[in-house]
Structures are given as structure tokens and as C-alpha cells.
């Protein structure tokens, strides 16, 4: 019997340091909405987006590649920079064709320490692409890592939550003796019959449904409404 490899969940970024994400797959979540954006516009036929830690970095970039500059800082959109960080903003009729450089509040950050941290493999994961990303994980026979955004550190539920719907449907392939997990997991299977009224209850949903968002929030735990994986490769997520 071959040995499983393992699962483990890193609740916050603060987190990340406690483990060793070397040679392993690291999924990105950031449910609100960076990763529900970077599906929805590669699904859509971007070419590619450019995550970036810094807003100078995504101004600069966006000049040199022809790209669009999105960001968000706090749930509006960075001055200087073209667009937001809603998956509304990037329908095929706009995005198809085009590089998006990307920068947000959490979820680019996440990303840059994972690949800091030696990760073989970095995805993106929300509900909009939840089934790309368990196909993906359950054929790789790595060790991985559920990697939550979180809110400025802090621990959030909707990134949780996902990352126990992921362990919902691949637990089996994996070895897991992680509370982290076990936490999002049962959290999962207590409300996924009532995600659009439960999450409604979360410190993003009131912090981002003070901007008018509630349709970007409701999309963001739509399952497989863009169903692609991203993955990152030499600077940028492209479709896996």
C-alpha cells in the first residue's frame, strides 16, 4: 500500500513560518475575492495575471507588459491603478487576450512567501474553481498545503471554509492529522447547505458589503462558475 501524502491548513499567513512547504503544493485562498478574481479573469481568456506585492511594482509592470493594473487596498480601488478587484470588472468581452497585474491586501502576499518558502507548486483556489483545484491536488501525490489569506493576519472564516470544502472532497487521498484542517472541515460540512446565509454572518461580508459588494460576495462561494487552475509559472498564474 503506497503511502498518502499529507494535508495540512495554515489558518493565517503569520501562520506560514511554522511549516515546511518545501516541495510541496501550496493552494492560494483568498475566497474574498482575489482568488475568485484570478479564476474568473483566466477563465474568461485572460493570457495570464501578475500577482505583485506592491502597488509601485503593479504600476511599473502594467507600463512594460501592455497590462491592465488592478488592485485594491481595504476593499477600493488603489488610486493610480485602472481597476478593481472584483470578478465583475473582467467579463470575456474586456479580459480575453490580456495580462491582469494584480495586487490586493492578502492573497498576493501569500502567494510571494509560498514561493519564498521553497513551494513546488503554487495554485489559486475559490469556490469558482473548486473542482480544478481537487482534480489537480488529488492527482499530484505531493504533501499540501491550504494556504488562507486570512484579513491582515487575522484569521477569517470564508477561507476556512474553503479550505474544509477542498478537504471534503479530497480527504481520502490524503493523510491528515492537522486541527486546522479538522476545523475547517467540520465547519464545512455544518454549513454547506446554507453558504449564502452563513457567510453573510462573516467580519468581510460586513466590511465589503458597506462598498455596495454583496453580488461579488455571493459569486465569490458559487461553485465552479470558472472552472480553471490557475497556477503559477515564472512570474505569473497562467492556466494549469
Keep these: 500500500m503506497s ?4 494535508l495540512h491548513t495554515v489558518l493565517s499567513p503569520r501562520l506560514l513560518d511554522l511549516y515546511d512547504v518545501s516541495d510541496s503544493i501550496v493552494v492560494v485562498i483568498d475566497v474574498f475575492r482575489a482568488t475568485s478574481t484570478i479564476a474568473t479573469a483566466l477563465y474568461n481568456g485572460a493570457e495570464k495575471v501578475i500577482p505583485v506585492d506592491s502597488v509601485d511594482q503593479c504600476i511599473e509592470i502594467g507600463k512594460r507588459t501592455g497590462g491592465i493594473t488592478a488592485g485594491e487596498r481595504d476593499g477600493k480601488v488603489i ?3 485602472s481597476y478593481g478587484n472584483s470578478p465583475a470588472e473582467y467579463p470575456r468581452s474586456f479580459i480575453e487576450g490580456k495580462t491582469l497585474v494584480l495586487t490586493t491586501t492578502n492573497g498576493t502576499k501569500l502567494l510571494h512567501m509560498a514561493l519564498n518558502k521553497g ?11 473548486i473542482s480544478a483545484v481537487c482534480r489537480f491536488l488529488a492527482s499530484q501525490q505531493k504533501n499540501v498545503f491550504l494556504g488562507c489569506s486570512a484579513w491582515k493576519d487575522r484569521f477569517n472564516l470564508e477561507d476556512a471554509l474553503f479550505a474544509g470544502a477542498i478537504i471534503h472532497e479530497i480527504k481520502d487521498h490524503f493523510t491528515i492529522h492537522c486541527d486546522s484542517s479538522l476545523m475547517a472541515a467540520d465547519m464545512y460540512e455544518m454549513h454547506r447547505n446554507n453558504m449564502n446565509s452563513f457567510i453573510r454572518r462573516t467580519t468581510h461580508w460586513h466590511r465589503l458589503a458597506s462598498y455596495g459588494l454583496e453580488k461579488d460576495l455571493e459569486y465569490c462561494v458559487s461553485r465552479d462558475v470558472a472552472d480553471v487552475l490557475p ?7 497562467v492556466v494549469g
Aim: charged fraction near 15%; aromatic fraction near 8%; charge should be neutral.
Design 3 to 6: 503511502i498518502k501524502p499529507t
Design 119 to 129: 513551494a513546488a507548486e503554487v495554485v489559486t483556489g475559490s469556490f469558482p474553481n
Design 79 to 81: 488610486p493610480g491603478l
Design 231 to 237: 497556477i503559477y509559472r515564472n512570474g505569473d498564474l
